[in-house]
């Protein structure tokens, strides 16, 4: 009878999100990152952005909750990493497959200002003129 009591079923579920890649200022395609005890909470209303402990910043609207060591960063200032990966969803920056970088982009109010230029000379052109 001990054994049926040690094999009781666990809920759990996925914690899925998208990486970003502040090198390149894009998202990568989602992925089941990690599980989670409890049962899922649903989806979010709004994008949401978590960093693990050892630094990866993971956006995603479909994972409430992440794992207990994870500190969510959604309302973290402009300039911070969080936001530049908010920023990169709201763009739908997804970082192609291929290693290359995206082309410049304006880098609009509450983005990582520091990545507004990033692959410009990777990807042989230059920011397109502002407004």
Do not use: Q
Not at 6 to 23: K, L, N, Q, Y
Not at 77 to 103: E, F, H, K, N
Request: hydrophobic residues 35%; proline residues 8%; glycine residues 14%.
């Amino acid at each position: 009878m001990v054994a049926i009591g040690a094999c009781a079923a666990r809920i759990v579920h996925t914690f899925g999100a998208e990486r970003w890649d502040p090198a390149r200022n894009c998202l990568e395609k989602g992925s089941a990152v990690d599980v989670v005890e409890g049962k899922d909470p649903g989806s979010c209303a709004a994008t949401r952005c978590w960093e693990s402990r050892d630094g990866e910043i993971w956006v995603t609207t479909t994972a409430c909750d992440a794992p207990p060591d994870y500190r969510e960063g959604t309302g973290d200032p402009a300039g911070s990493a969080c936001a530049g990966a908010i920023a990169a969803r709201a763009r739908d920056a997804t970082c192609p497959t291929d290693g290359s970088a995206l082309p410049a982009f304006d880098a609009g109010a509450g983005d990582a200002g520091a990545h507004a230029d990033a692959g410009a000379s990777d990807a042989g052109g230059s920011a397109p003129p502002g407004p």
